[in-house]
């Protein structure tokens, strides 16, 4: 069986069998079309992906892309073009970096590195699009794997995240402490996450076909404004304490677990919405709590049971309605 090196301590199971092109699979992005995209400055280098591979990156400084690379040589599993480097920026230029063998797309090993404007696509089943360790920064992108979560951070120490107005097919793990995820289309159908401290996860599109959509194991987040479903299984886990879930709007289809698990303190939940898609039946729970001292008020919720306290304690700020 194919395998494939991964820097990620995220446990998430990433196999599925898969039937499809990867094209056919992947939903129509539901990202607005981005801003006019940055010319880099004359300084910028021509990246050139021809030769022997890897490719390495070992100076800083402004990369840019003249051409789309489709890449079928196996070069090194710990990436086709590897950035060890920090402080590097690497612009696509709307092309494009398509990888087809089971490696690592781009492994980003430096800190402080840029992606922005275009589209980077591995095909191979075990093939990963993005290994990237050291924080930095992703805009405008289109990031797409066959069937494995891209990586947004590695273990202790790594620095935080950005990422705003893109497109990631199949998802992403690790995300680090201090980081922001605004504006994007997230297609994950193992789930997202999970969410660490101090994290603004907010005015995404996640179109999630798992058990679980968005885990949120770290405390000081903020997740606002999103779009879950449509889903059938739990949408949110909180396990962290302190997080802010607010206004997003959760569409579901008869879930038989609860849509949104509380399982720690101290969080509050304010205006969410939990309505059944098109025709789709209620879910069974909208809220559950298990844990005590959490706050929660004016939460629309399409459920047979709008809130499950069980034997827990929490302050009701009043306004929570099923329907």
Request: a negative charge; one cysteine or more.
């Amino acid at each position: 069986m194919k395998t494939v090196g991964l820097f990620c301590a995220c446990a998430m199971a990433l196999s599925i069998a898969v039937t499809l092109p990867m094209q056919a699979q992947q939903p129509q992005s539901k990202v607005p079309a981005a801003a006019a995209k940055k010319e880099p400055p004359e300084a910028a280098r021509v990246l050139s992906l021809a030769g022997t591979k890897p490719i390495v990156i070992a100076e800083p400084g402004y990369y840019r892309l003249d051409r789309n690379w489709i890449l079928d040589d196996a070069g090194s599993r710990d990436g086709v073009l590897q950035v060890t480097a920090d402080n590097v920026t690497l612009d696509f230029r709307g092309y494009r970096i398509e990888t087809s063998m089971e490696n690592i797309a781009i492994a980003a090993l430096g800190h402080n590195f840029t992606m922005r404007n275009g589209t980077l696509t591995s095909t191979d089943d075990q093939g990963y699009a993005l290994n990237m360790q050291g924080g930095g920064l992703i805009e405008n992108m289109s990031v797409a794997s066959n069937e494995q979560a891209s990586v947004l951070g590695g273990g202790t120490g790594t620095g935080p995240v950005v990422v705003r107005d893109s497109e990631f097919f199949f998802g992403f793990c690790c995300t680090q402490p201090g980081s922001v995820i605004e504006r994007n289309f997230v297609y994950c159908p193992f789930g997202c996450g999970p969410i660490s401290d101090r994290t603004r996860f907010v005015d995404n599109v996640i179109d999630s076909q798992s058990d679980v959509g968005l885990t949120v194991d770290g405390e000081e987040s903020v997740i606002e404004r999103n779009t879950f479903g449509p889903s059938s299984g739990t949408v949110v886990i909180v396990n962290g304490r302190e997080n802010v879930i607010k206004d997003n709007t959760i569409k579901i289809d008869g879930n038989a677990r609860p849509v949104i698990q509380v399982k720690n303190g101290a969080n509050i939940l304010e205006a969410n919405v939990v309505v059944p898609a098109g025709s789709g039946a209620r879910a069974t729970v909208g809220i559950q709590f298990t844990a005590d001292g959490n706050f929660y008020g004016n939460n629309r919720l399409g459920a047979l049971v709008p809130v499950d306290l069980g034997p827990t304690t929490q302050v009701d700020w009043g306004g929570n309605v099923g329907f």
